[in-house]
């Protein structure tokens, strides 16, 4: 018989994990034997410590809030909206409800009986994991060992669609490799790769790689007469030798050589230098496989004669950026070999506008990248923040020189612009007469901001505490983070103020209605991923770092890093914050791809289910880490 | 009078249909009662001379709507009216497996059972259903039946006395999605996520009991 009504049922589950995964026949029969709960406002679903119901819920329509009652405190912990499901854990492991389910919103409920449950999850491996994965994420300390690099686990199950990506490219090497034995001669191995026309001969023995020799060792060695020719080519060859596998893909082959900073990989059969040679993978090979190599680009940049170049080469990084994010590329990597293509053209714009100057820079100076940029953490073209330090002069010569260095910083914020690089619309540039200041006067300023923290006053903080040099004198930077630093520690409250307005943004609850969305202005109804979850990471990571002294690491993943490594003890927040970042990262990146803009404010109707789990992952840690900062910096006592 | 009745001879399903709600003990408890949302397509509104031509049934129980328990089933025409085609979207020859009249009330009392039925404007369906009864030489159906309509009418103070409520009012006021419309399944959903809305807002005002909830009917003349 037609069952209209399952058909609904099956076609409403089926947008919602797990069901997106199962088979169609196995979700129809659930559709078949769903029942519909209406639960009034304000009514339970269950009650905390009730034992579990023979059925788990999903939200049709409405909104289940779970509470906690926890000392009389009644917490809010999660609430479920549309295609949400819950009460499942109790019912699988067999104990009582931890949570009490409560109707925010007269609600709409499919429940489904753990029997018909427990026959998919025995036939139907992914759904299993689905399901681990969402207790994890449930459970009150994700950060127990059992369950590390588990939290995120949703991210692989969801993406079903990735399951075999077909777009990473697999790099083409040459399958005949010239080699020779370690017998040879370096003049033997040269005529034998004159007569192959080849710029490199590996060294095996057994048909095993042991070192390679390239035309730069040729140069560099035998050329400047420093070891003879007749010498044997093990005195020469560079050893070990870098292996892979022959699956490797283009983007892993342009990291690996990035790396090692080398310019070939062998091809073994296992990926080890103990098994069989199967080829070579030139970085010559690479570039004609992929016109965007960062390698080529930095290259070009050192030539680059103009503006028009370094744009066309910016434009061209951001192809560069959307195939390693197609590619899955680990987001460390991805943002390091943005962040030095993006130092390089701004120094090539440093270098081009002093040219213009009519003279030489009277003193020493710096030029500091500062948020994001100075974080090494700016993947898509942003605003541009930056600032200019010279070195202190006499006063009658003060004016001249400031007037040169503005002039200087006018040239190389005209020219980032045209480049691509937004101005900052709170003028937080080199060019603004207050930011082009000497190096006493800038640690008068930090000074000021420390001592005096006032809420504009932390803010700048947050900016210029992130800075990097990226052109210019390195002891001007040292001196200058060297007052900074005595002034902290001369004012340990600042810490605390710091630490307050690290928590200026408690994490989103859930994707719920206008919970967490803006709620005016031009991004009305979007949720603002860079205050609201990039940001909160970002000031932990800061404060944290300052405060226990590590002050020279001035990005988020290496400063949670440095505090792991501080604080064994709480290894598995830090880990997890690195993670979330991560994620963030990506996700804001892909967004910012995907719309041709900064990825800043996303809208949630255009999200799918796994995209807003994978970003509901990523809360938690914000709030443990807040949680944290408000403990250990006391900030409830304040009484700001 | 009772006896009069029993003397007609009827086919043996119809008996069990009788006999099942006549010594039904279920209607004391509400939780045990079973109800039946139902809603049926029919080629018009005239008793006499339209058919029905599908009935969809989803049942209730407890304060929720078993979707396994279901009926979906439609009815072979000799009457024809073009006109309604457009509003339900059953064909002459459409591709649904059509039964006769005879097998597909055969199947819905059995799937009836002792069941309450529940409808909006009960009176219509069930004096269509009834309507085929008789073709079929068959009585009238005994079920007890509710009607959201009424249901609704009794909680509002309405001085609109005689409005009768659409069930497209009703999903408006109550704030049910209504897909499907106008398919007997989908309307037979509707119906049922009504009454469980309704039933929340009446337990307040009222004790539960099914004798209250069928005095809100004003019965069929």
Redesign the interface.
């Given at each position: 018989m037609k069952n209209t009504i399952a058909e609904r049922i099956f076609d409403f589950l089926k947008n919602f994990p797990p069901f997106n995964i199962l088979e169609k026949e196995q979700l129809f029969k659930i559709a078949t034997h769903v029942k519909v709960h209406y639960i009034e406002q304000d009514k339970s679903v269950f009650t905390q410590n009730e034992n579990p119901h023979n059925e788990f819920y999903i939200v049709k329509d409405g909104a289940i809030g779970l509470y906690r009652t926890m000392d009389n405190d009644n917490i809010l912990v999660d609430i479920c909206d549309e295609g949400d499901l819950f009460g499942l854990r109790p019912i699988i492991q067999n104990n009582q409800y931890l949570m009490s389910a409560v109707a925010n919103e007269e609600s709409i409920l499919y429940a489904i009986s753990v029997e018909l449950l427990k026959e998919i999850i025995d036939s139907n491996e992914k759904v299993k994991k689905f399901i681990v994965a969402s207790f994890s994420t449930n459970i009150k300390t994700p950060y127990a060992k059992t369950n590390n690099g588990q939290l995120f686990a949703n991210e692989d199950v969801l993406n079903k669609n990735n399951a075999g990506i077909s777009d990473v490219q697999t790099a083409q090497y040459s399958k005949n490799p010239i080699t020779c034995t370690k017998a040879y001669t370096i003049q033997q191995a040269a005529e034998v790769m004159s007569v192959k026309r080849v710029g490199s001969i590996l060294i095996t023995e057994n048909n095993k790689p042991i070192g390679i020799i390239t035309d730069k060792d040729l140069r560099l060695k035998i050329a400047t007469g420093l070891i003879s020719i007749k010498e044997k080519v093990t005195t020469i060859m560079s050893s070990p030798v870098i292996t892979c596998h022959k699956k490797i893909t283009v983007a892993e082959a342009q990291i690996n050589m990035l790396k090692h900073k080398i310019t070939h990989l062998c091809i073994t059969e296992d990926g080890t230098p103990n098994s069989n040679l199967k080829g070579i993978l030139s970085e010559h090979d690479i570039v004609v496989l992929h016109g965007n190599n960062p390698s080529v680009l930095i290259k070009e940049l050192k030539r680059a004669k103009n503006v028009d170049t370094l744009k066309y080469i910016r434009e061209k990084t951001s192809k560069l950026l959307s195939g390693y994010m197609e590619q899955n590329i680990p987001i460390r990597f991805v943002s390091n070999i943005i962040s030095e293509i993006n130092e390089a053209i701004t120094i090539k714009a440093i270098k081009l506008s002093i040219e213009e100057m009519e003279t030489e820079p009277p003193v020493k100076f710096t030029w500091l990248a500062l948020g994001s940029q100075g974080r090494k953490e700016q993947l898509l073209i942003t605003d541009q923040d930056n600032a200019l330090v010279f070195e202190n002069v006499n006063p009658k010569d003060y004016d001249f020189t400031k007037n040169y260095f503005l002039q200087l910083a006018k040239k190389i914020t005209n020219k980032l612009h045209i480049i691509g690089f937004e101005n900052c619309p709170a003028d937080m540039m080199g060019s603004n007469p207050r930011w082009c200041i000497s190096l006493n006067q800038w640690k008068e300023q930090f000074n000021t901001w420390i001592t005096k923290p006032t809420e504009e006053a932390i803010m700048m903080c947050t900016i210029f505490f992130d800075y990097s040099l990226v052109y210019g004198n390195v002891e001007l930077v040292d001196e200058m983070s060297e007052s900074i630093f005595e002034s902290i520690d001369n004012y340990e409250i600042f810490l605390n103020f710091l630490g307050r307005n690290a928590l200026r943004n408690p994490p989103p609850l859930g994707f719920f209605r206008q919970f967490l969305v803006e709620h005016d202005g031009e991004h009305k109804d979007q949720f603002d991923l860079k205050s609201r979850a990039l940001m909160p990471l970002i000031d932990a990571a800061r404060l944290l770092t300052l405060s226990v002294n590590h002050k020279n690491k001035n990005n988020t993943i290496e400063r949670f890093k440095e505090m792991a490594k501080a604080e064994p003890q709480n290894k598995y927040l830090y880990e997890m914050c690195i993670d979330s970042f991560k994620i963030l990262l990506r996700f804001r990146t892909n967004q910012g791809l995907k719309n041709n803009n900064s990825g800043r404010y996303v809208d949630l109707n255009n999200l799918s289910k796994s995209e807003k789990l994978k970003l509901k992952g990523c809360f938690k840690p914000i709030k443990d880490i807040q949680e944290l900062i408000s403990v250990r910096f006391k900030l409830n006592q304040i009484g700001m | 009078m009772f006896s009069f009745f029993k003397k007609k001879k009827y086919p043996e399903f119809w008996n069990t249909y009788v006999s099942k709600v006549e010594n039904c003990q279920k209607y004391s408890t509400f939780e045990n009662i079973r109800f039946v949302a139902l809603d049926t397509e029919t080629t018009g509104f005239d008793f006499n001379n339209d058919r029905v031509l599908s009935i969809?049934a989803?049942a209730v129980q407890a304060?929720?709507?078993?979707?396994?328990d279901?009926?979906?089933?439609y009815i072979e025409q000799e009457v024809f009216n073009k006109e309604t085609v457009k509003i339900h979207g059953i064909r002459r020859n459409g591709t649904?497996?059509k039964l006769s009249e005879k097998e597909a009330l055969i199947q819905f009392l059995e799937y009836l059972d002792d069941a309450v039925i529940l409808a909006h404007h009960t009176s219509f369906d069930v004096g269509m259903i009834n309507m085929a009864l008789e073709r079929q030489g068959l009585g009238s159906l005994i079920s007890k039946s509710v009607d959201t309509n009424y249901i609704h009418k009794k909680m509002v103070s309405d001085s609109n006395f005689g409005k009768i409520y659409s069930l497209d009012e009703l999903s408006e006021i109550y704030?049910v999605?209504t897909?499907?419309r106008h398919?007997a399944?989908?309307d037979?959903?509707i119906t049922?996520?009504l009454f469980?809305?309704l039933l929340?807002k009446y337990r307040k005002n009222y004790a539960l009991n099914l004798n209250d909830l069928i005095n809100s009917h004003y019965p069929f003349s």
């Open positions: - | 969809g989803v304060n929720k709507i078993i979707v396994s279901y009926f979906e089933i649904e497996t704030n999605k897909h499907d398919t399944s989908g037979a959903l049922a996520q469980l809305k929340g």
